[in-house]
């Protein structure tokens, strides 16, 4: 039993942590609208930029990922973590 609890805290630790990267993301970049709070909106981008395409002929596979993290994405995963320890 305690196997099963164990791998049921992981998944809502994850799922907690996921909703607080863009919920945070989200604000950032709505916050950046605002003088006195668009410190929240900086952040950067990376990933793969410009996608990845694989053509076969008849499938075409197109690749690609991009992270963009912001100061209120960072605060939300925080915030997420202090969350989960309450629980």
């Given at each position: 039993?305690?196997?099963?609890n164990?791998?049921?805290?992981?998944?809502?630790?994850?799922v907690i942590?996921?909703?607080?990267?863009v919920?945070?993301?989200?604000?950032?970049?709505?916050?950046?609208?605002?003088?006195?709070?668009?410190?929240?909106g900086?952040?950067?981008?990376?990933?793969l930029?410009s996608?990845v395409?694989?053509?076969?002929?008849?499938?075409v596979?197109?690749?690609?990922?991009t992270?963009?993290?912001?100061?209120?994405?960072?605060?939300?995963?925080i915030?997420g973590i202090?969350?989960?320890r309450?629980?």
């Amino acid at each position: 039993m305690a196997v099963n609890n164990t791998r049921k805290n992981n998944w809502v630790l994850i799922v907690i942590l996921l909703c607080g990267i863009v919920l945070g993301g989200y604000l950032g970049t709505l916050a950046s609208r605002v003088s006195f709070l668009s410190w929240l909106g900086y952040g950067n981008t990376f990933g793969l930029t410009s996608p990845v395409v694989l053509d076969l002929g008849i499938l075409v596979f197109t690749f690609g990922l991009t992270i963009t993290i912001n100061i209120a994405s960072i605060i939300g995963l925080i915030i997420g973590i202090i969350v989960y320890r309450l629980i």
